[in-house]
Structure formats: structure tokens, C-alpha cells
């Protein structure tokens, strides 16, 4: 029984670290490298939906990881190539969204959500006390 | 009256929900910020052996043009090249393939099968040009208007309908007709 939970433990243990990414695409430069995984990290891939192209298996992923340390090899920086994609995928391609006219209500929301929560609660309380 | 105010709410959330839902609108579609923007140019490798590169001029030089994304593993591309095959009879319209990190010899034992509605056909076999137009799969089509901007973009397969409803009255809106 213990072997098999030390195996299972194993097994999720390397599970965690499969990557989506293969060994050919790494770069040579360890900093290279880590930057790359950084942009990818909150690129989204737009086959998938719900994955970051550094998750994703789809064929459109790694074509977009390619694309992304293409441009760091090429010496672009970090927002260039951002912005790169997002002009031809669209804020979509963005996992965290920008703060932006069309995206306050994204932002802001849970804030509003919350404070009204609070205040109806504070109203329900004190007709509560009052009653009681 | 307060008492019915959480049953309102209710009731209005309900409705905008089921609205929503009844609009038949797909959550997964993506709208192209290509659209009104240049075709990027580019230079693909012919897919007809011995056959002239595909560039962006020559796609602007026949516009108003369609630029077709597909692929000889893709099974929807296999229902849509009737629908091209059908348009590209309209004169007053241009369409163009780009075989998409496709082996050459694959795609055209495809349009060979299936008949080749290309007026001239390129292969991107890096995806790099799917790239650059923002590309999500295949089969994908740009309409190109006679300036070289992007009109509009179709994610999937193009049906009778979608050519009967959208592409003719795009090309026909921006002077189609050579």
C-alpha cells in the first residue's frame, strides 16, 4: 500500500512537470529563456481558449512560442512583442486583460459586487438589532 | 412593494440570460483586429509546381479577392472547397490558397481531389503569414478589398449561405465587378 502511494506521489509529482513545451524550442540563454517563458506564460492561445501558449499543445501554440523567441533572438523587447501579437489576435490573445475604457466593468465589478454585498448586509444587521 | 424586488431582479437577470442565449451568438468567436488593416506582405512559395510565388501584390492586384487558409488533413476544408469552387466561377471575384504547414505533395493531391478553385495558391509552411493576419486555424478567409486592406474575416468553413449573405454583398459594396 505505501509503494503505491510513494508511486502515485511520483507519478503527480512528474505530471506537474510536463511541459508543453519540447526541448528543441528552449533557448541557449538561460535569461533568453526565462523571458520568453514570462511572455508566453500570459500569451493566450487562441485555438484552446482557456490555456497560455506556454500550456498549450495545439500546432497554433508552438508556432506562437517560435514566433515569440524569434523576436527575443532578434533583440525586441518584452512589450514589442506583446503589443505584436495583440495587433493581429486582438486583446483576446492578453490572459490578464488590460485596464481600458472597455474593461472597467471586468475590473471593477468585483469591487462594486463586493461593497454593495457589504452594504445590504450592513442594512439586513441593523433592521436585525432593531427588532430584536 | 420591496418585498417583490429580489423577484425582479431575478426575473431581469433571467431574462438577459435567456436573451443571450436565444441570440445565437457563439462565445468562442473572435473578431479579427486585421479588419481595415493592409494585408502584411509577404512572398509564399508556389503549391503548383513551377508555378509563380504568391505575394500580397498579387493577391491586391486580383482584388477583390479572398484568401483562403487550408490544409490537406483539415476535414472541414474538404466541405468548404465546393463553396469556392462555386465562387470562384464569379467573375467579379478572385480566390487565392495558402496551403497551411501542409507537406506540398499532400495539398495538391487535396486540390486535385477535390478540384482547385485557386486562382493562384502559396504554401506557408512555417504558419509564419498565419501569423502575421492572426490566423486560428484552418479553414480561415480574409476578404481582401481593391485598396489591399483586410474586409473581413471568416474563422471555419464558408457555406452558400455565409457567401450568399456576407462575401457577395462585401464585394459588391466595394466595387467588385473588374
Redesign the interface.
Known amino acids: 500500500m505505501r509503494i503505491l502511494i510513494a508511486l502515485l506521489a511520483l507519478f503527480f509529482l512528474f505530471q506537474a512537470e510536463a511541459l508543453a513545451l519540447s526541448p528543441d524550442e528552449v533557448m541557449a540563454d538561460p535569461g533568453q529563456e526565462a523571458r520568453a517563458r514570462a511572455i508566453t506564460r500570459n500569451l493566450r492561445c487562441?485555438?484552446c481558449?482557456g490555456e497560455s501558449i506556454d500550456d498549450s499543445q495545439a500546432?497554433?501554440a508552438r508556432?506562437?512560442r517560435?514566433?515569440v523567441r524569434a523576436e527575443i533572438a532578434a533583440g525586441k523587447g518584452d512589450d514589442e512583442i506583446i503589443e505584436g501579437l495583440?495587433?493581429?489576435?486582438?486583446d483576446?490573445v492578453l490572459m490578464r486583460p488590460r485596464l481600458g475604457f472597455n474593461t472597467l466593468l471586468l475590473w471593477a465589478g468585483p469591487f462594486l459586487v463586493l461593497v454593495s454585498g457589504f452594504l445590504v448586509a450592513r442594512r439586513v444587521f441593523a433592521r436585525g438589532k432593531g427588532e430584536g | 412593494m420591496t418585498r417583490f424586488l429580489p423577484l425582479a431582479l431575478l426575473a431581469c437577470l433571467v431574462l438577459v440570460f435567456v436573451g443571450v442565449l436565444l441570440s445565437g451568438r457563439d462565445p468562442?468567436a473572435?473578431?479579427?483586429?486585421?479588419i481595415g488593416k493592409p494585408l502584411p506582405a509577404f512572398e509564399l512559395s508556389s503549391l503548383a509546381e513551377g508555378g509563380l510565388p504568391l505575394t500580397d501584390k498579387t493577391v491586391t492586384a486580383g482584388a477583390p479577392a479572398i484568401l483562403n487558409f487550408f490544409a490537406s488533413w483539415c476535414l472541414p476544408c474538404r466541405v468548404e472547397q465546393p463553396v469556392l469552387l462555386r465562387l470562384a466561377e464569379d467573375r467579379r471575384i478572385a480566390v487565392f490558397g495558402v496551403a497551411w504547414?501542409d507537406d506540398p505533395a499532400a495539398a495538391r493531391a487535396f486540390l486535385k481531389e477535390t478540384g482547385d478553385p485557386f486562382t493562384g495558391s502559396g504554401l506557408d509552411r512555417?504558419?509564419g503569414l498565419?501569423?502575421?493576419?492572426?490566423?486560428?486555424?484552418v479553414p480561415e478567409s480574409f476578404i481582401i478589398g481593391r485598396d489591399g486592406r483586410v474586409l473581413y474575416r471568416h474563422a471555419g468553413p464558408l457555406t452558400d449561405r455565409d457567401v450568399a449573405e456576407i462575401v457577395l454583398p462585401l464585394i459588391e459594396e466595394n466595387g467588385g465587378g473588374r
Do not use: C, I
Not at chain 1, 495583440?86 to 486582438?90: E, F, M, S
Not at chain 2, 473572435?30 to 486585421?34: A, E, I, K, R, W
Not at chain 2, 498565419?130 to 486555424?137: H, K, N, P, Q
Open positions: 487562441v485555438v481558449q500546432g497554433l508556432d506562437m517560435h514566433f495583440r495587433t493581429r489576435y486582438g483576446f | 468562442h473572435l473578431t479579427s483586429p486585421m504547414k512555417s504558419g498565419a501569423l502575421d493576419l492572426g490566423v486560428t486555424g
